[in-house]
Nanobody
């Protein structure tokens, strides 16, 4: 059973930065496109960034130019560097494959507020 463990969230002021990490158990990780998702209160979960096994990336328009997704296949890790954070980025952030194949982890809370 694959386990997803997200970390790195916190409280940050508008304009600040955070780097999220996701540890993925199991070897299937290396064969799949991975994504970062987020869910704000009262909203559906949305996909914000993906990275293919070869490193090709895609971003939601709302985060393009501010967020950078990366992966380390040797460490089974996926990362999300978030810069120029805005209050509307406040959400619980999750990682999973794209399309979603595994049960969700606990996520990591990101709060952008002054």
């Amino acid at each position: 059973q694959v386990q997803l463990v997200e970390s790195g969230g916190g409280l940050v002021q508008p304009g600040g930065s955070l780097r999220l990490s996701c540890a993925v158990s199991g070897s299937a990780f290396r064969l799949l496109t991975m994504g970062w998702y987020r869910q704000a209160p009262g909203s559906a979960r949305e996909l914000v960034a993906t990275i293919s096994i070869r490193g090709s990336t895609n971003y939601a328009d709302s985060v393009k130019g501010r967020f950078t997704i990366s992966r380390d296949n040797a460490k089974n890790g996926v990362y999300l560097q978030m810069n120029s954070l805005k209050p509307e980025d406040t959400a619980v952030y999750y990682c999973n494959s794209d399309p979603v194949l595994w049960s969700w982890g606990q996520g990591t809370q990101v709060t952008v507020s002054s």
